[in-house]
DNA sequence: TATCCGTGGTA
DNA sequence: TTACCAAGGAT
């Protein structure tokens, strides 16, 4: 017996609920399908530029945040020859705001590389694309399935959520990933050319699957019924068979083990303002919003007083009168929340910028690559008057500012 | 393996 | 308000 008719004996082994669970999910996703900018309409591959993009962009990232920049990246730059002869600088101006921005020099790196090693033409394999800057085994399975076709499952957090219901899975993540992953790839459909028959050149594991559909579909069903918090079983094409639904234990799937919270650090900001011209620098290009513009300031320790932060400007120390501003700047990161004091001053008509730093423009603030916590920062300093203040200003704590 | 990477939405 | 979550990757 071949290896083909062994996996057709082994597929006829399964309960016919379970056999029936990827046609059931393509046959959801046929009808309720999202239409979302990156995707082409119902039946056409996606080119492996717009998957791409939209991959990086959608790494942990919420799909409506994504969309505006998206279409602005595809306008500016509509092939990957014109994003890979753009400049890092500009890559990271239009990625402003999105987070994360070690994503956007990954982006641009890749960029460079397709055009160098492979002609302007991203690989075709899961191995291949993992090689590239920013593609981890996530993105490389997503844009083989949806961009090439290819018989792979990429698991993501959606998509971990509704496995791990539907299966009841125990196992706390990260540890249940394997088995996850293993479980998820139960649900990709047969490959057509094998389901038909198939010739000699069908072979399983390769193209002519609906791969992307089906990772797609749960990403769908993930995101609108199989929501974390009461999920919409009622209109989910998999209810018969969901393992957690029929404990009644929905919600507290997936298992995961509980992670502890960064310590609160302090540091000083300084706005200082020459003119109608403000004092910046560029961070460095590793770490945390590296490669990113900010105003100087002091390091972000934990417990910090207001006084040893002030002492650590010895580049700014022509500035006579520092004014501090009422209140702090708060900004939660991933692993710590942070608690910036804010210090103008006023430097004199032909001050020269101290070593590293530079004087823009107010006006042309906009066209920095400026991170969420330095538009704060920046807003607070100059009192809320600039087009630049905080546009999440919705008062309380999370409009950054706090006494 | 665990930690580091932003930001906005949600209940 | 707080906590969690979102189409993860690099180290």
């Not at 609920?17 to 082409?40: F, K, T």
């Not at 309409?41 to 991959?55: K, Q």
Request: proline share 7%; with cysteine.
């Amino acid at each position: 017996m071949n290896s083909r008719a062994i996996a057709k004996t082994r597929r006829r082994e399964v309960a016919p609920e379970a056999a029936g669970r990827p046609a059931r999910l393509l046959e959801w996703y046929d009808r309720h399908r999202r239409r979302l900018p990156w995707r082409p309409p119902a039946g056409e591959c996606a080119d492996p530029y717009s998957v791409w993009l939209s991959e990086i962009m959608l790494q942990q990232t919420g799909v409506k945040t994504v969309g505006p920049y998206f279409e602005k990246f595809l306008a500016r730059w509509p092939d990957i020859a014109a994003l890979g002869s753009a400049s890092l600088d500009e890559v990271l101006r239009m990625w402003a705001g999105l987070g994360y921005y070690s994503r956007a020099r990954n982006l641009h790196a890749c960029a460079v590389k397709v055009l160098r090693d492979h002609g302007g033409a991203f690989p075709d394999t899961e191995q291949g694309l993992q090689s590239l800057p920013g593609i981890g085994p996530y993105t490389a399975a997503a844009i083989s399935a949806i961009a090439f076709g290819r018989r792979t499952m990429p698991v993501d957090g959606n998509i971990e959520r509704v496995v791990s219901r539907l299966f009841a899975v125990e196992e706390p993540l990260p540890q249940a990933k394997p088995l996850i992953q293993q479980l998820a790839a139960t649900l990709l459909g047969a490959n057509e050319m094998e389901a038909r028959g198939g010739g000699e050149e069908s072979r399983v594991g390769d193209e002519n699957s609906r791969a992307g559909d089906s990772a797609q579909a749960l990403m769908d069903l993930g995101s609108s019924i199989c929501t974390p918090k009461k999920p919409a079983c009622a209109l989910c094409p998999l209810n018969d068979d969901c393992a957690a639904r029929v404990r009644g234990d929905q919600e507290s799937f997936p298992r995961k083990a509980p992670k502890k919270a960064g310590a609160l650090r302090r540091g000083a900001a300084f706005v200082v303002l020459r003119g109608d011209r403000l004092l910046v620098r560029t961070r460095p290009e590793k770490g945390l919003l590296g490669g990113m513009t900010e105003v100087p300031g002091s390091d972000w320790r934990a417990a910090q007083d207001d006084k040893t932060a002030l002492k650590q400007a010895p580049e700014l120390k022509g500035i006579a009168r520092w004014h501090r501003k009422a209140g702090v700047v708060t900004h939660v990161f991933t692993h710590f929340p942070l608690e910036l004091a804010v210090y103008t001053a006023h430097a004199p008509a032909r001050a020269r910028a101290p070593a590293g730093m530079r004087w823009v423009p107010v006006a042309t603030l906009d066209d920095e690559a400026l991170p969420n916590v330095m538009r704060k920062v920046i807003a607070h300093g100059l009192g809320d008057r600039s087009p630049h203040a905080d546009r999440n200003h919705r008062g309380g704590a999370r409009s950054g500012v706090r006494s």
